[in-house]
Nanobody
Framework: EVMLVESGGGLVHSGGSLRLSCAAS????????MNWVRQGPGKGLEWVSA????????NYADSVKGRFTISRDNAKKTVYLLMDSLKPEDTAVYYC?????????????WGQGTQVTVSS
């Protein structure tokens, strides 16, 4: 059974930090690119960050660049999102996403999400 389980969310004051984790099982984690995606209250999904399967290429949304850091440990089958200098507008449910593309096929999995609330 494929599972992505996020953890580490919570309530933090503006300027604070949190580290989210996403533990994977049931698929070849090391072959998948990983993403963090968030959904703020009353908003649509917003892509936050991406990391390739090898862990040596990252991308960030402009809204989090310089404040968030994505990383992965393929031995532990876990991806992380370190969030520093948090702002109230970072309040959202954060989801991890695993994605693998081969030819015309896309394999994609989602976690259940973890709530991050930043108070002003």
């Amino acid at each position: 059974e494929v599972m992505l389980v996020e953890s580490g969310g919570g309530l933090v004051h503006s300027g604070g930090s949190l580290r989210l984790s996403c533990a994977a099982s049931g698929f070849t984690f090391s072959s998948y690119a990983m993403n963090w995606v968030r959904q703020g209250p009353g908003k649509g999904l917003e892509w936050v960050s991406a990391l390739n399967s090898e862990g040596d290429s990252t991308n960030y949304a402009d809204s989090v660049k310089g404040r968030f850091t994505i990383s992965r440990d393929n031995a532990k089958k876990t991806v992380y999102l370190l969030m520093d200098s948090l702002k109230p507008e970072d309040t959202a449910v954060y989801y991890c996403n695993a994605r693998f593309v081969r030819a015309s096929s896309v394999y994609e999995y989602w976690g259940q999400g973890t709530q991050v609330t930043v108070s002003s």
